[in-house]
């Protein structure tokens, strides 16, 4: 009977540029191998690639970045072994990170069998990547249609192709400063941005090429653009959870897990974004009792799969581990 549930994140696949987090020399031994693994388990029903499969958003600001369709060209393996794994089970889904925003099924057509989907749930397992509780990488809601990239992809453009960013959260060593000034101005975006510029070498008249129907801005559009946006989300969802949506870029999205089983009533959610592997379980006093689990990343760290089991009515969590030597190695399981 097929009763698991696989999870991988955070793979960032990009088009063969130096400055892509994918390096198919370094990391596409370990996405081969685990997706092979996962098609050869007889117990695997669903593999679920929870975001940020595909990279268009680290691309330095002189360049256009590329679109989900040039990646899914550039690796031609990994295409072949997400329709072989797609033939294998029951069901691979998709769904989108901020990294691959938007991604339709037109864009996969060459990945055979892969279903888009905008969050998983299966019973009482609950899925998505993540970053809506972000707020530099939630979609940009403040304005519509082609303004809805968030902040966070003009980071991605500032930094691409430095070796120390790596990650969301590598980004906290960068903006400390700016993020205290921010919360006593609000002015988040501008300190951020301001202190980007100045890390790199950029000034506020740098233009930002954009891939079209968008249009090439500068960085002082830029700026002027999300000024708002730490007063928009305190309004929206009040101060102490805009915060917690600043924090999310810098560690954990733990305490929104927490918060979904709550008033969902899930008993185990997955999330990616962060690049940290986590399993967490609350303790018999909570209520109810859930498992929060984070992906990692294939690019950063350990590569990592997230297996949900269910039997007899009960969830069993564990990771398993690539060891390097061309195993997954599965962990010790929570059970919830």
Sequence with gaps: MRTKRF??????????????????G?????????????????????VVLLGDIFDTWVTPVDEVPPTVAEVVAAHPRVTAALTACARSIENVFFVAGNHDMGTTAFDLVDVTGVQVIERYHAGLLYAEHGHRFAMFNAPHKMQGGLDKLPLGYFVSRLMAGRDDYTAPGSLACYIDDALETAFTTQRLAESVIEGLMELTGHGPQTIVRMRAPRSDLTLAAVQQKYADLF??????????????????????????????ARQQGYRVVVMGHTHSVETDADGPRRAPARIYANTGSFCSGTPTLVEVDKADGHYAVRLHAWDGHGRYVPGNPRTV
């Design 7 to 24: 999870f991988l994140s955070d793979i960032h696949l990009g088009v063969g540029r130096s400055w892509d987090w994918f390096q198919p």
């Design 231 to 260: 007063t928009w989300w305190v309004q929206k969802f009040g101060y102490w959870y805009a915060l917690r949506a600043v924090r999310a870029e810098l560690d954990s999205l733990e305490w929104f897990a927490d918060r979904e």
């Design 26 to 46: 370094q990391h596409e031994v370990p996405l081969l191998a685990a997706l092979e693994y996962v098609a050869a388990d007889p117990a695997t029903k669903d």
